[in-house]
Structures are given as structure tokens and as C-alpha cells.
């Protein structure tokens, strides 16, 4: 019972300084309204969960929300349109104009076949928008199966009809220090809450060392070049080829 509160207590902490990922969460917005403009028509998201990208979509976008019944199982809460599983898409060939996968490839036992599904129910010259991880901590285990980096996910062009048209990379190297050390900090004391180790002592000092972190964090990135050798991860975005 201790981990739900504490994750509960977190959530309400999540827009300030005292959350160990404040500097993932302030970019969160800007990240979805950006990949929002790009898309139109028929929209799938896969692992769509609360469907965050409505808010930021214009009237005229269909959106049809999937997600994985065990992955609901695990206590998320959604609002699917749709159950499935992204590696076999319950849907006609190129019968969406886009299709958005945020913050989900990592968890697929296979993303090669569920590239080709999307493309597959993708219509020509539509886009998949995809979000993945580089540089984040295992999740949601035991189903967290691989990261990307950005050439990595160019190679799918190599070995699909598509073509990469944007690549943004997440996280300027001193935002990604920080956020790793203060969800290092963050894992070590809900693990002693919850095995009541004495390395529960040290939950003020960590109090006070994560807005520390975040906002040294947050002000010497801005002060540096970022040259995306260090990133959280990764929005790469691709065209079908017709």
C-alpha cells in the first residue's frame, strides 16, 4: 500500500520542482502540441492510454485510441476505443492518414512487426509518428524489451517503405543527468519504504537534493551546447512512400 500513496503523492508534485522528473514533464506539452500539427484525418494511437494528444488536435482529426488489455490489467488507467495487440493491428491496410506510437515500441517483444503492421494500415503517403526512449531507466518490467538510438531508428527506413522526415532528440545532456540521478534517488527510497530499510534515514537529505538537482540541472543545460549526445530519447517521424 505504501508504493501507490507515494506514487499518488508524486503525481500531484509532478509541474514542480520536487518531482524526480520535473525537467521531463515542463517539455511534455511543447513535445505533444509540436507532433500534434502534424497530424490529420484518421489517427490511430497505439497505447493510447488517456489519449493525451486530444486536447492538442483540431476538430477535423478522427481518433481512434488502442491499447493492450494487459497492460490495462496492470492498474493504468485508459480510455481505449479499441483492445489489441500493436504487433497484430485489428484494422483494414491504409485505413489511417496517421498514426501516433508514444512511449510504447519499447514494450513490444517484436517492434520490427509492428512497424510493419502500422505501415501496413497506414494509407500511402501517410505518417507514423513514433516516440521511444534512449537513455531512461528500465519501466513497467517485465515488459521493457529494448531503447533506439537515433540512427537506429533510421535503419527502419532501410528495411520498410518509409522515409524518416524528422528526427528530434529529448533531454539536453545536463537535463538528462539529472533527471537519471533523481530517479535513481526516487527508486532508492520507495524501495526502502517499502522494505522499511534504514536507507529511509536519508529521505530528508533527498527532499532537498532533488529540486536542487532538477533546477542545477534545468539552468547549467541552458549555459552549454547540446549536441544530442546524451538524450532521453527520441520522436522520429516517417512518411509511407507510396
Known amino acids: 500500500m505504501i508504493a501507490p500513496k507515494f506514487r499518488r503523492l508524486l503525481s500531484g508534485l509532478r509541474h514542480t520542482p520536487l518531482h524526480p522528473q520535473w525537467l521531463v514533464f515542463r517539455d511534455a506539452q511543447m513535445h505533444k502540441q509540436r507532433v500534434a500539427q502534424h497530424i490529420h484525418g484518421r489517427l490511430l494511437d497505439i497505447g493510447c492510454g ?19 488489455p494487459p497492460t490495462v490489467a496492470k492498474g493504468y488507467s485508459g ?11 485489428p484494422f483494414k491496410d491504409a485505413s489511417f492518414d496517421c498514426i501516433s ?18 505501415l501496413s494500415v497506414l494509407k500511402p503517403g501517410g505518417i507514423l509518428i513514433s516516440q521511444t526512449p534512449f537513455l531512461y531507466p528500465l519501466h513497467d518490467l517485465p515488459h521493457d524489451f529494448q ?21 528530434t532528440h529529448h533531454g539536453k545532456p545536463l537535463e538528462t543527468a539529472a533527471v537519471l540521478a533523481n530517479l535513481a534517488l526516487a527508486k532508492g527510497m520507495l524501495e526502502s519504504l517499502q522494505t522499511r530499510h534504514p536507507g529511509l534515514l536519508l529521505l530528508p537529505l533527498v527532499l532537498l ?3 536542487a538537482i532538477n533546477l542545477a540541472g534545468w539552468l547549467m543545460a541552458r549555459l552549454v551546447p547540446d549536441d544530442g549526445f546524451m ?5 522520429a517521424m516517417f512518411r509511407k512512400r507510396a
Open 50 to 68: 488517456e489519449k493525451p494528444l486530444m486536447p492538442f488536435l483540431g476538430d477535423g482529426v478522427e481518433y481512434i485510441g488502442l491499447d493492450y
Open 79 to 89: 480510455k481505449a476505443d479499441v483492445f489489441g495487440d500493436g504487433q497484430r493491428l
Open 101 to 118: 506510437i508514444m512511449d510504447v515500441m519499447e514494450h513490444l517483444p517484436n517492434p520490427e512487426a509492428a512497424f510493419r503492421e502500422m
Open 147 to 167: 531503447r533506439w538510438t537515433g540512427e537506429g531508428l533510421r535503419q527502419y527506413t532501410m528495411r520498410h517503405p518509409a522515409d524518416l522526415i524528422e528526427l
Open 209 to 211: 537534493l532533488v529540486p
Open 231 to 235: 538524450p532521453l530519447g527520441y520522436t
